[in-house]
C-alpha cells in the first residue's frame, strides 16, 4: 500500500515537496478527502453561520415546536420552536473552536516544553518527566473534569482543562523524537561544523520531530471534541441558551420517553462525523508520515 | 531475583507518581471555587460563624500544612465529608462502589469476549468482509461519545422496541436488592439463588454495561488483530500448520496465547478509558455509582466527593497500571531484562 520506501534518516521535514506528496496520497484516499471536505464544509459553516443557518439560533416560534424533521426545519425543532439545524451550525463555533483552540495551546507548550527538555537533559528531563507522569496518571476525562470544575464553569476553562490534559502527550512525543533524532549522523555533522545547540534544534532536530506531532494532533483535534462534549453534556462549561454539541444532546435526553427522537440524535451526530473525519485524515497522515506506525490501525 | 530487581524498579516510578498525584488533586482543591467553608454553612450564615468555621477545618493554615493534614487524612482513609448530604466520603463511596465495580467488570467482560473473536477473526481473514466490518466497527466505537451511544441504545431498545427498561438504576421497580455477599447484585443473587433480582440486575445492567463496553472493544480488537498478524506469520505457527494441526487448535490455542501478551498490556489504557466513560454512563443511566456521585456533586460545586473521585480514580489507574507491569514483566521474562 505504501509506494514510498521508508529511508533510514528520518521523515523527511516539511517543506513544500512534502505537502504536495501528502496532498496526492491524501486525494488517492478518497474516504480522506471526504472528510477533509466534510470538516471545511463544518467549519465555513460555523464560520458563516449567521449567513448560513437557516433561522435565527434563539428565534422561538410556538407554532412549530418539537416539529419532527421535514420541509420547513430540515432537523426539527425543540420546545421552543428553536430551528436545530440553525443551532447545531452555531454550536459549531463554540466545539470547533474550543478542539482546536486546545489543541493548538498543547501543541505550543507541549512542544517548547519538550524542547528545553531536549536542550538540557539531566536533572531538568528528570523533573518535568515526573510531572508528566503524574499528569498522565488520571485518565485525561477525569482530570479535565475536575481542572474545569477547579478553575470555575466557563468555556475559556474547558478550553484550558482540555490543554492540560493534552500536553503531555506531545512532550513525550517531542522528547523521544529529539532524543532520537540527536543520536542520527546529520546531527552530529551539525554539532561538528560548529552550529549552536539552538541552531541545531531548530534547524535540525525539531522539523525533523515534527511528522508524528502532526499526526497526533490531528488525532487530538477529535478527541478534543468528545472531551468537551463529554463535559458540557454532564453540565460543565457551557452556560444556556449557548449551545454546544455535547449539552444540546443533553437536552434532547429528556424527550427520549416522549419519543422526539432528533433532539438527541442529530447534535450527537454532529460529534461524530467530525470525530470522524479527524480520526480518518489522522490515520492517513499516520500511513504516510509516520513509516514505523504503517500496519497498525 | 530479576523478577524482583523488576518489581523494585517499577516501584520506584510508582511512588514519586502517587506523590504527583495527590500534589494535583490537594492543589485542585485548593483552588476550587466556592469556599468549602461557605458550602458547608449554607448561605445564611455571617462572616463570623464562617471565619470560625474555617479554623475548625483548617483553612486558615498554610498551604503545606494542609496539604500534609491532606496526606494524613487520605493514609487513614479520611477522604472528607460531603457537604451536600453531610456523610463521610468515604461511607458514600462504600456505598456506591459496587454499583461501579459491577457496571465495569461487566463491560470489560463484553469488551474482551466481543473484542478478541473479532480482532483474531479480522486478522485471520485479513482484507476481506470481517477484516472491514471490523475496521468501521473499531472507527465509529472511538467516534462515538458514550453519552450519545447510550442515548441512542436507550431510544431504540427501551422507547421504540421495549425491550430494556427504564434506565432508573440497578434493579426494576419493587424488586428486593440480594443478601449483600459481594456487593455486586449479579453475584449476590446467583449465590443466594434469587433468580427474581438476577434476573432484574441483568436486565437493568444490559444497556448501560453494552454501552460502555462497545466504547472500549475497539482498542482491544485492533490490538489483537495487529499482533495476531504477526503471530501468524511467525514460524512456529507455520510449522503448526504443516503440521496439520487443526485449524481452530492452531488460531485459538497457540497464536492467541502468544497475542494475549500485548493485549494485557493495553488493558490498563482500556481501563482508564472505562473509568472516564463510567462517570458519563452512570449518568445517563441513572447508576447510583461513583461516577455519579461525582457529577452531581459537580453540579452543587459540592469540592468533597469531587476531589475524592478525582484521587480515587487516579490511586486505582496507577495500581492497575503497576500490576499491569509486573503481570507482564511476570509473563514475558524478556521485560524484565529491558
Same mark, same amino acid.
Request: with cysteine.
Given at each position: 500500500?505504501?509506494?514510498?520506501?521508508?529511508?533510514?534518516?528520518?521523515?523527511?521535514?516539511?517543506?513544500?515537496?512534502?505537502?504536495?506528496?501528502?496532498?496526492?496520497?491524501?486525494?488517492?484516499?478518497?474516504?480522506?478527502?471526504?472528510?477533509?471536505?466534510?470538516?471545511?464544509?463544518?467549519?465555513?459553516?460555523?464560520?458563516?453561520?449567521?449567513?448560513?443557518?437557516?433561522?435565527?439560533?434563539?428565534?422561538?416560534?410556538?407554532?412549530?415546536?418539537?416539529?419532527?424533521?421535514?420541509?420547513?426545519?430540515?432537523?426539527?425543532?425543540?420546545?421552543?420552536?428553536?430551528?436545530?439545524?440553525?443551532?447545531?451550525?452555531?454550536?459549531?463555533?463554540?466545539?470547533?473552536?474550543?478542539?482546536?483552540?486546545?489543541?493548538?495551546?498543547?501543541?505550543?507548550?507541549?512542544?517548547?516544553?519538550?524542547?528545553?527538555?531536549?536542550?538540557?537533559?539531566?536533572?531538568?528531563?528528570?523533573?518535568?518527566?515526573?510531572?508528566?507522569?503524574?499528569?498522565?496518571?488520571?485518565?485525561?476525562?477525569?482530570?479535565?473534569?475536575?481542572?474545569?470544575?477547579?478553575?470555575?464553569?466557563?468555556?475559556?476553562?474547558?478550553?484550558?482543562?482540555?490543554?492540560?490534559?493534552?500536553?503531555?502527550?506531545?512532550?513525550?512525543?517531542?522528547?523521544?523524537?529529539?532524543?532520537?533524532?540527536?543520536?542520527?549522523?546529520?546531527?552530529?555533522?551539525?554539532?561538528?561544523?560548529?552550529?549552536?545547540?539552538?541552531?541545531?534544534?531548530?534547524?535540525?532536530?525539531?522539523?525533523?520531530?515534527?511528522?508524528?506531532?502532526?499526526?497526533?494532533?490531528?488525532?487530538?483535534?477529535?478527541?478534543?471534541?468528545?472531551?468537551?462534549?463529554?463535559?458540557?453534556?454532564?453540565?460543565?462549561?457551557?452556560?444556556?441558551?449557548?449551545?454546544?454539541?455535547?449539552?444540546?444532546?443533553?437536552?434532547?435526553?429528556?424527550?427520549?420517553?416522549?419519543?422526539?427522537?432528533?433532539?438527541?440524535?442529530?447534535?450527537?451526530?454532529?460529534?461524530?462525523?467530525?470525530?470522524?473525519?479527524?480520526?480518518?485524515?489522522?490515520?492517513?497522515?499516520?500511513?504516510?508520515?509516520?513509516?514505523?506506525?504503517?500496519?497498525?490501525? | 531475583?530479576?523478577?524482583?530487581?523488576?518489581?523494585?524498579?517499577?516501584?520506584?516510578?510508582?511512588?514519586?507518581?502517587?506523590?504527583?498525584?495527590?500534589?494535583?488533586?490537594?492543589?485542585?482543591?485548593?483552588?476550587?471555587?466556592?469556599?468549602?467553608?461557605?458550602?458547608?454553612?449554607?448561605?445564611?450564615?455571617?462572616?463570623?460563624?464562617?471565619?470560625?468555621?474555617?479554623?475548625?477545618?483548617?483553612?486558615?493554615?498554610?498551604?503545606?500544612?494542609?496539604?500534609?493534614?491532606?496526606?494524613?487524612?487520605?493514609?487513614?482513609?479520611?477522604?472528607?465529608?460531603?457537604?451536600?448530604?453531610?456523610?463521610?466520603?468515604?461511607?458514600?463511596?462504600?456505598?456506591?462502589?459496587?454499583?461501579?465495580?459491577?457496571?465495569?467488570?461487566?463491560?470489560?467482560?463484553?469488551?474482551?469476549?466481543?473484542?478478541?473473536?473479532?480482532?483474531?477473526?479480522?486478522?485471520?481473514?485479513?482484507?476481506?468482509?470481517?477484516?472491514?466490518?471490523?475496521?468501521?466497527?473499531?472507527?465509529?466505537?472511538?467516534?462515538?461519545?458514550?453519552?450519545?451511544?447510550?442515548?441512542?441504545?436507550?431510544?431504540?431498545?427501551?422507547?421504540?422496541?421495549?425491550?430494556?427498561?427504564?434506565?432508573?438504576?440497578?434493579?426494576?421497580?419493587?424488586?428486593?436488592?440480594?443478601? @449483600? %455477599? $459481594?456487593? =455486586?447484585?449479579?453475584? &449476590? +443473587?446467583?449465590?443466594?439463588?434469587?433468580?427474581?433480582?438476577?434476573?432484574?440486575? #441483568?436486565?437493568?445492567?444490559?444497556?448501560?454495561?453494552?454501552?460502555?463496553?462497545?466504547?472500549?472493544?475497539?482498542?482491544?480488537?485492533?490490538?489483537?488483530?495487529?499482533?495476531?498478524?504477526?503471530?501468524?506469520?511467525?514460524?512456529?505457527?507455520?510449522?503448526?500448520?504443516?503440521?496439520?494441526?487443526?485449524?481452530?487448535?492452531?488460531?485459538?490455542?497457540?497464536?492467541?496465547?502468544?497475542?494475549?501478551?500485548?493485549?494485557?498490556?493495553?488493558?490498563?489504557?482500556?481501563?482508564?478509558?472505562?473509568?472516564?466513560?463510567?462517570?458519563?454512563?452512570?449518568?445517563?443511566?441513572?447508576?447510583?455509582?461513583?461516577?455519579?456521585? @461525582? %457529577? $452531581?456533586? =459537580?453540579?452543587?460545586? &459540592? +469540592?468533597?466527593?469531587?476531589?475524592?473521585?478525582?484521587?480515587?480514580?487516579?490511586? #486505582?489507574?496507577?495500581?492497575?497500571?503497576?500490576?499491569?507491569?509486573?503481570?507482564?514483566?511476570?509473563?514475558?521474562?524478556?521485560?524484565?531484562?529491558?
Amino acid at each position: 500500500m505504501a509506494d514510498i520506501t521508508p529511508s533510514s534518516a528520518a521523515p523527511a521535514p516539511f517543506p513544500p515537496t512534502t505537502a504536495r506528496l501528502v496532498w496526492r496520497r491524501l486525494r488517492r484516499n478518497w474516504l480522506s478527502v471526504g472528510a477533509l471536505a466534510l470538516i471545511a464544509l463544518m467549519a465555513l459553516a460555523a464560520a458563516l453561520a449567521g449567513w448560513v443557518a437557516p433561522y435565527e439560533p434563539d428565534e422561538t416560534d410556538a407554532a412549530a415546536a418539537l416539529a419532527a424533521p421535514g420541509l420547513h426545519h430540515w432537523l426539527g425543532t425543540d420546545i421552543y420552536g428553536r430551528d436545530l439545524l440553525s443551532r447545531i451550525i452555531h454550536a459549531g463555533r463554540v466545539d470547533l473552536t474550543v478542539a482546536f483552540g486546545a489543541t493548538a495551546l498543547a501543541l505550543l507548550i507541549g512542544c517548547s516544553v519538550g524542547v528545553v527538555v531536549g536542550l538540557y537533559r539531566g536533572i531538568v528531563d528528570l523533573v518535568i518527566m515526573r510531572c508528566v507522569d503524574s499528569v498522565m496518571a488520571f485518565p485525561a476525562f477525569i482530570l479535565a473534569m475536575a481542572i474545569t470544575a477547579a478553575l470555575g464553569n466557563s468555556v475559556t476553562n474547558v478550553l484550558l482543562a482540555i490543554a492540560i490534559t493534552q500536553i503531555p502527550n506531545y512532550l513525550r512525543l517531542i522528547r523521544s523524537e529529539i532524543f532520537r533524532i540527536r543520536e542520527m549522523e546529520y546531527a552530529d555533522a551539525a554539532r561538528v561544523v560548529g552550529n549552536p545547540a539552538w541552531r541545531i534544534m531548530f534547524i535540525h532536530l525539531l522539523p525533523n520531530a515534527l511528522p508524528p506531532i502532526i499526526v497526533q494532533a490531528t488525532l487530538a483535534m477529535g478527541y478534543a471534541l468528545l472531551t468537551m462534549a463529554a463535559l458540557s453534556f454532564i453540565g460543565l462549561g457551557i452556560q444556556p441558551p449557548q449551545s454546544e454539541w455535547g449539552s444540546m444532546t443533553a437536552e434532547g435526553a429528556q424527550y427520549i420517553v416522549t419519543g422526539e427522537w432528533w433532539l438527541f440524535l442529530f447534535p450527537g451526530l454532529a460529534i461524530v462525523l467530525m470525530v470522524l473525519s479527524f480520526n480518518l485524515i489522522g490515520d492517513s497522515l499516520r500511513d504516510f508520515l509516520d513509516p514505523r506506525m504503517r500496519g497498525v490501525r | 531475583m530479576a523478577f524482583l530487581a523488576y518489581f523494585l524498579r517499577r516501584l520506584s516510578l510508582v511512588i514519586p507518581t502517587l506523590v504527583g498525584v495527590t500534589l494535583i488533586t490537594f492543589t485542585l482543591t485548593y483552588v476550587l471555587p466556592g469556599n468549602p467553608a461557605v458550602v458547608k454553612a449554607g448561605p445564611l450564615v455571617s462572616p463570623e460563624v464562617v471565619k470560625e468555621l474555617e479554623k475548625q477545618m483548617g483553612l486558615d493554615q498554610p498551604a503545606w500544612v494542609q496539604y500534609g493534614r491532606y496526606i494524613g487524612g487520605i493514609l487513614h482513609g479520611d477522604l472528607g465529608e460531603s457537604a451536600s448530604t453531610g456523610r463521610p466520603v468515604l461511607e458514600d463511596f462504600k456505598q456506591r462502589l459496587p454499583a461501579t465495580l459491577e457496571l465495569t467488570l461487566a463491560s470489560l467482560l463484553i469488551a474482551l469476549v466481543l473484542g478478541i473473536p473479532l480482532g483474531v477473526q479480522s486478522a485471520v481473514h485479513r482484507d476481506t468482509a470481517i477484516d472491514h466490518i471490523g475496521r468501521i466497527v473499531g472507527v465509529a466505537g472511538v467516534a462515538m461519545p458514550t453519552f450519545w451511544t447510550g442515548l441512542l441504545a436507550l431510544y431504540v431498545f427501551f422507547y421504540l422496541l421495549g425491550v430494556a427498561p427504564a434506565p432508573l438504576g440497578r434493579l426494576g421497580p419493587g424488586i428486593d436488592p440480594p443478601h @449483600a %455477599i $459481594t456487593g =455486586l447484585y449479579v453475584v &449476590d +443473587s446467583l449465590l443466594t439463588g434469587n433468580w427474581r433480582a438476577l434476573g432484574s440486575a #441483568l436486565h437493568q445492567l444490559m444497556l448501560p454495561s453494552l454501552t460502555l463496553g462497545l466504547s472500549v472493544m475497539a482498542p482491544i480488537a485492533r490490538m489483537v488483530r495487529s499482533t495476531m498478524l504477526e503471530i501468524l506469520e511467525s514460524d512456529y505457527v507455520k510449522a503448526a500448520w504443516a503440521a496439520g494441526i487443526p485449524r481452530r487448535r492452531v488460531i485459538y490455542g497457540d497464536a492467541l496465547a502468544n497475542a494475549m501478551i500485548p493485549v494485557i498490556t493495553i488493558l490498563g489504557i482500556v481501563f482508564g478509558f472505562l473509568m472516564a466513560g463510567n462517570a458519563v454512563v452512570e449518568s445517563v443511566f441513572a447508576w447510583p455509582g461513583i461516577g455519579n456521585y @461525582a %457529577i $452531581t456533586a =459537580l453540579m452543587t460545586k &459540592d +469540592s468533597g466527593p469531587i476531589q475524592s473521585f478525582v484521587l480515587f480514580v487516579a490511586l #486505582l489507574y496507577v495500581i492497575v497500571n503497576f500490576v499491569i507491569d509486573l503481570l507482564y514483566g511476570l509473563i514475558d521474562p524478556r521485560i524484565r531484562l529491558e
